[in-house]
Structure formats: structure tokens, C-alpha cells
């Protein structure tokens, strides 16, 4: 697993590569439309897609309950400490 991720690391890189030899500018870089439209973009397939989505899906669930949790011990502190 750790040889699939360094090999996507090293394609990542190589594409920052192109991009940034397309770009121009010094202080704020820019790409012309005609060179962001020679730019090819792998996308992953829709079943990769949807498992991306569900599994971000599952996460923002998580991070409502865990609000929801930390919320409702608050309110159980504050009241804790009004008592005393």
C-alpha cells in the first residue's frame, strides 16, 4: 500500500510539474484558458465516486453526532456548576 501511495505522490508531483510549467506570472500565477484546456485530468469512476461520497457522507453523520454529544455535555457542565 505504502509503494501505490508514494507512486500516486510521484504522479501528483510530476502533474503539479506540467501545470506549473504552463502557468505564468511571478508575483500571482495564472494559466491561460487555452492551457488549462490541454491539462488531462484522470477522474476516478463513478463507483469510486460514490464510495468517496458515502464514506464523506458517513463523516459529516459522525461529526453531527459528536457535535450533538459535545452540546449536550455542555449543557450538562453549566448545569453541574449552577448547582454548586
Known amino acids: ?31 491561460s484558458r487555452r492551457a488549462l484546456g490541454r491539462l488531462r485530468l484522470r477522474v476516478p469512476a463513478v463507483e469510486e465516486r460514490t464510495a468517496i461520497a458515502t464514506i464523506l457522507s458517513d463523516i459529516d453523520a459522525e461529526i453531527a453526532a459528536l457535535e450533538a454529544k459535545l452540546a449536550k455535555t455542555r449543557m450538562l457542565k453549566e448545569a453541574r456548576c449552577r448547582s454548586c
Open 1 to 31: 500500500m505504502v509503494s501505490m501511495r508514494a507512486a500516486e505522490s510521484e504522479r501528483v508531483a510530476a502533474r503539479a510539474g506540467k501545470v506549473s510549467d504552463l502557468s505564468g506570472g511571478t508575483t500571482h500565477k495564472r494559466i
